[in-house]
């Protein structure tokens, strides 16, 4: 069974550091890209940032470029996502998900419950 | 701003058929990816492809796309297909994801 279980969540103050993990399961990690999708209460989904299944293509969002930087360990099975100089608005709910290519789309086939991020002072 | 437009709400008789549809230049080249999110819950892959359904989404659940517009049909829509229903899809520059605004499907 594929899981996908975040971590890392919590209330930051404005300014500061947070990092992110997620622990793959149930299938072959470094098979897959992987991605980081975060959804502000009460609004829509928002794309962060992915990365390829061996690192060597990596992804951001305007919103994070520059700020956040999503890293992977095949090793341990895991993404990270490193997020710096967090402003309220990057308080969401931070999904971790798998990236499938098949049929000629992309799509996201697995999801994790997400870890909520607050940032505010 | 999202470069893919969803319409932000849409509502359906029980057992009737409703169309949600995504607009957007990407479309013309990528296929769409739909997903629905109830309450509380982490999103669900609904379509994906030119009609493609994972197993267990239920088949009065459609998709398809004609020119830069891609479509999620229920046909036969029934009380637990309320909720938010999000298209997905690359950028126009093909290198970046996109999300479309979301649709709050209610049934009525």
């Known amino acids: 069974e594929v899981q996908l279980v975040e971590s890392g969540g919590g209330l930051v103050q404005p300014g500061r550091s947070l990092r992110l993990s997620c622990a793959a399961s149930g299938f072959t990690f470094d098979d897959y890209a992987m991605h980081w999708v975060r959804q502000a209460p009460g609004k829509g989904l928002e794309w962060v940032s992915g990365?390829?299944?061996?690192?060597?293509?990596?992804g951001y969002a305007d919103s994070v470029k520059g700020r956040f930087t999503i890293s992977r360990d095949n090793a341990k099975n895991s993404l990270y996502l490193q997020m710096n100089s967090l402003r309220a608005e990057d308080t969401a709910l931070y999904y971790c998900?798998?990236?499938?290519?098949?049929?000629?789309?992309?799509?996201?086939?697995?999801w994790g419950q997400g870890t909520l991020v607050t940032v505010s002072s | 701003s999202s470069e893919l437009t969803q319409d932000p709400a849409v509502s359906v008789a029980l057992g009737q058929t409703v169309r949600i549809t995504c607009q957007g230049d990407?479309?013309?080249?990528?296929?769409a990816s739909w997903y629905q999110q109830k309450p509380g819950q982490a999103p669900v892959l609904v379509i994906y492809g030119k009609n493609n359904r994972p197993s267990g989404i239920p088949d009065r659940f459609s998709g398809s796309s004609s020119g830069n517009t891609a479509s999620l049909t229920i046909t036969g829509a029934q009380a637990e297909d309320e909720a938010d229903y999000y298209c997905n899809s690359r950028d126009s520059s093909g290198n970046l994801v996109v999300f479309g605004g979301g649709t709050k499907l209610t049934v009525l």
């Open positions: 998900a798998r990236r499938y290519y098949g049929s000629g789309s992309y799509y996201f086939d697995y």
């Open positions: 990407s479309l013309r080249s990528y296929y």
């Open positions: 990365i390829s299944w061996n690192s060597g293509s990596i």
